[in-house]
């Protein structure tokens, strides 16, 4: 990419748009970049950050909820006693951060009514759009964050 200073662009203009052609041209002022110029098609060429922000984030999600379908279906299909096991370490974690205030209430609370109910209930909701809160609760999880702890 060409830099030009500001008063370079300003007297040569037509060279300034000449130079559009073959690459964006940057325009400086006290030796740092105030402005970057180019053709409108190379401009539309541009990834936009906000879509790759949100498909980026929908990713994240579709992984989260092919994570806690996994999960669900090893709860259901599990021996009671490792049923039991694994809703004992949900109910620690919960239990943690509501000692700690790691998470907020509005999670805390809604995990431990969640983890209350029995796992044909459960399940569903941990996969499942839960009335809006699908999503925000499998980032905020019990199961995830006792399988890895750096995971929340």
Known sequence: MQTFTA???KQNFGALLSQLEHS??????????????????QAQALPNPRLQA????QQREQQRLMRHQQLA???LCAPPAE???KLQGAHAVVAR?????????????????WLALPLQQLAPLMCGDAEGW?????????????????IS
């Not at 949100?54 to 984030?57: D, I, K, S, T």
């Not at 509501?98 to 609370?109: K, P, Q, T, V």
Request: include cysteine; charge should be neutral; charged fraction near 15%.
């Open 54 to 57: 949100r498909a980026e984030q």
């Open 24 to 41: 964006p041209v940057a325009i400086a002022r006290h030796n740092k970049t105030v402005a970057v110029v180019m053709l409108p098609a």
């Open 97 to 113: 951060w509501a000692s700690e205030g790691l998470c907020s209430a509005d999670y805390i609370d809604r995990w431990q009514a």
């Open 134 to 150: 699908g999503p925000a609760m499998r980032q905020n999880s019990p199961f995830t964050a006792a399988q890895h702890p750096t």
């Open 73 to 75: 279906i090893d709860l």
């Open 83 to 85: 049923q039991a096991q």
């Open 7 to 9: 008063s370079q662009a």
